[in-house]
């Protein structure tokens, strides 16, 4: 009974199918849907927020400051890094803990080469992130 009913729609759909004719969009379809949409593209700039000016101005506060404290201290002695009490940094659970650390050598030759494969694929993938960003990729 089923199987008679499932022929009888697949008919009726193939004779619905053929009595109806294809419709097909005008052949300017696409032109007058895009003449229809309004695209106002704004793009961002991109501006790093301390601009190379600020950044030289930093590095130029940087170094008179080095050698404002050069100039000033050159003719006394530094007794005052002798006030400070450098102790409770050297002296703590978790340096004592590293100190103790032993590594082996294979290790450490693995720590130093993780870290020259990250140092170089830092820059790489800025570069290929930068391109797919500006859509070029």
Same mark, same amino acid.
């Given at each position: 009974?089923?199987?008679?009913?499932?022929?009888?729609?697949?008919?009726?759909?193939?004779?619905?199918?053929?009595?109806?004719? %294809?419709?097909?969009?005008?052949?300017?379809?696409?032109?007058?849907?895009m003449?229809?949409? =309004?695209?106002?593209?704004?793009?961002?700039?991109? +501006?790093?927020?301390?601009?190379?000016m600020?950044?030289?101005?930093?590095?130029?506060?940087?170094?008179?400051?080095?050698?404002?404290?050069?100039?000033i201290?050159?003719?006394?002695?530094?007794?005052?890094?002798?006030?400070?009490?450098?102790?409770?940094?050297?002296? =703590?659970?978790?340096? =004592?803990?590293?100190?103790e650390?032993? %590594?082996?050598?294979?290790?450490?030759?693995?720590?130093?080469?993780?870290?020259?494969?990250?140092?170089? +694929?830092?820059?790489? %993938?800025?570069?290929?992130?930068?391109?797919?960003q500006?859509?070029?990729?």
């Amino acid at each position: 009974m089923k199987e008679n009913a499932d022929e009888f729609l697949e008919n009726l759909v193939k004779k619905t199918m053929k009595s109806s004719p %294809l419709e097909a969009p005008p052949s300017d379809f696409t032109s007058n849907i895009m003449a229809r949409i =309004n695209v106002k593209s704004t793009t961002t700039v991109y +501006q790093p927020l301390i601009s190379k000016m600020g950044w030289m101005l930093i590095l130029t506060t940087g170094i008179a400051y080095v050698v404002y404290l050069y100039v000033i201290s050159a003719g006394e002695p530094n007794d005052w890094f002798k006030a400070v009490d450098f102790s409770t940094v050297s002296n =703590n659970e978790i340096m =004592n803990f590293f100190s103790e650390l032993k %590594l082996a050598r294979i290790t450490t030759y693995a720590m130093v080469v993780c870290g020259l494969m990250l140092c170089a +694929q830092v820059p790489i %993938l800025k570069y290929f992130i930068t391109k797919r960003q500006q859509g070029s990729y």
